[in-house]
């Protein structure tokens, strides 16, 4: 926890408007909000854990419950749609047994959807850390899994 | 002590350039800079193109492949990471300047085919087939049975004012875009004009902001500039997310410079001396791009305390939103960067005279920043001769969807929208026939075959029943099923409602509702089930009115626009869903029933031991039949049958 602390040496004492760069940055250092980092913050900024957890939930970056071990993105943005992106979406959740947002009960996989990446001639697109996988068909799904599955146990 | 020569550079550009105010320089600068800028390179110059959709086609790889085959082979030639030049569908492209000759542009060239394409290259053989065109600007000796750039539909249907430095200088280079003559304008603003001259020549150029409202940008200025105040804020509006667009991205990933200069006039003029970009959640490549690009000029002193002794100062901030849609409004974009849910507010009071922190605020869209600098530059009168009576300069576009060729483009204003279908992205992929051109976003509109003819105009547009939106084009061919496709919308805007007002939160709810059931598979077709889904479709013009009147803001009053377009124009595919309870796109699962042909079947058993629901029936050997009322219509059997004896009814 003593990245939390950290992270709000950094910043001003009170100031609100610094409440989304603060949790931003508690994210990317570990993945996901911890229930310990919303309390420390609500104290160092005067606000109510409620009120930061009410805003923190509004916006999509969010999230709290850690990434798994291998953690996909899939674009759900026009293109993608219209190239067959909801079969892949589908075939992924049936995989997992898990919807966007949530972590298998093992920890070794998660999830989401996000807007348009920019690969919109490659559609449907998928990104699995800093790897593209681009023209997916949903039969290829559980090939894929597979061996995500084992990258994942590699971890 | 040996100087560093990255230092050398940067002392003479600051001394010899920067700070040179006269308008011609001295001969031995200019050809300093023609090298800078690579005009005449004595060693082949190979560009790879790195934005992000080259990344997803893998650009970086073959980047990585092209410096490893010049290492084996010790061939001195230098290789220069580049912005995007629109063309999405020829990524990775790679570009090839032979000293003495013509530029190559080359296509498609992945990882595997490097090392084909430099020994062709090397020893003069081209490969033809990735060759797109030759670039003839250069004044080289040109390549024989080569067409050139401006032959290309592609290219020749454009006005590249915006792009024109995308894909030609290495982004992270800010000695090279200086060499392009950049940041000259800003620093001569600083130097010769007022904050009114400046806010004169841009209402005079007529520069309208290219995001949604098309409000004069001179004008917005004007009003924050006369709004008294201490102190005043700049916020560029860099949060792109129509989940169809990339217009943004791609010319911030191409030319970050031009928009930070942009950035530092507009600022100047509204006498902010804080400007903050406000960046798409998840840009990971336009970040990075965007902080080295800030660095470097802070480093060269064209940001922060007294810049360049004019006595004005400026901090540009990057600030990265958390992820909502409706953050795009430009007051609801004003709460989130005061640390508050990104709600929408009651305008008046505009931004302009009370904004972030209760201070005058001006909020501009990427590119019309991109403009700015281009009209100091050119002056007014040059961005006046390009476009329509209202509607002046260039407009981007990103072509997305079902185009045989897709990526960015820039088009004169006045170009009809049948010019960008059929020439520039070159009709319709895999010959499909062209369904509708869908403009503007989520809350956009269709445009019908008919249609086509209408000009690239804020008001033509307008009185189309469409607005110009955010630059995203969609072209969609008749695979797409238009009942799903707006239901797809209504459940992007329904997910990203802010939840204050009512007619949004609840309307975009009960229409996504209605839709699912239109085309939800019919298994209780009681009287009930399908009275309810009547009358459901019977209220779903009336909610799209109620919320289109009642909304706070754009997001609801324009969320019902889909539906009502598609309605207009696409009636029949409606009654076919909710009478018929038929798609002829064949996309609705929930719609899709399957027969098998008996002659065709031979008793495989293939279908029936796959089917997830148990109901294909009958004796091995012998033709088999579906329940209709068992099926799901997954489509399982359909693509296991080896015979083609299953069909769609």
Redesign the interface.
Known sequence: MSNIEDILRRYRSG???????I??EVQAEEGFIPEEAIVKIGSFLGMSTTKIY??AT?????RFVPFGKVHLRIC????C???GSTPIINAVKEAFGTDPGQTTRDGRFSFEL?????????GP?MRVGDD?Y?HLRS?DIPEMVRKLKTLADLQ | MKENPGNGVRKFLIEEVLRHHSDTLKPETKKRLSEIRREKPSIPVIYVNT???A????ALKSAGAIEEYLTDLAIKAEVVRVGCHGP??F?PIVCIHLPGKNKLIFRNITEDKVESLLNGVFHNDMPEEDLVAQDGNTGFEAWQGIPFINEIPWFRLQKRVILSNCGFYNPCSIEEYIARGGYLQFLKTVRNYTYEEVCDIIEKSGLRGRSGGGFKTGLKWKYALNASSDNRYMICNAKE??????TD??VLEGDPHRLIEGICIASYAVGASTAIIFLK??AVHSLEKLERALEAARDYGLTGHNIFSSGFNLEIII??E???FVCGEETALIG???????MPELKPPYPTTSGLYGKPTVINNVETLMNVPLIMEHGPEWFRSMGTEGSKGTKLF?I???GRL??LVEVEMGTTFRTIVEGIADGIKEGRAFKTL?IGG?SGTFLTEKNLDIPVDYEALREAGTAMGSG?L?I?DD??CMVD?VR?YMGFIHKES?GKCIPCREGTGRMLEILENVIRKPHTEDSNATLERFKGVMQLETIASVMKDTSLCGLGQTAPNPFISALNNYREEFEEHIFDRRCRANVCRGLRTFSIDVDKCTGCTACASKCPTNAIYGTRLQPFFIVDDKCIGCGICF?ICKFSAISVK
């Open positions: 100031s609100h408007d610094s409440l989304i760069p949790l931003q009410g805003l509004f916006y999509d970056q969010f759900n943005g026009t293109t749609f219209i190239n996000t807007s348009c990446m920019g690969g919109c001639n490659e697109v593209y681009s039969e | 934005g992000t959709a990344v997803i086609s893998g999405a569908s990524e997310s129509d989940p169809g667009a990339y991205r791609t959640a998840g600030r990265n958390a992820g909502a989130s960067l005061e640390g508050k849910r990104g990103s997305a969807g079902r897709i990526g869908q989520p995203g969609v969609v695979t797409t496709l797809y802010c693509d």
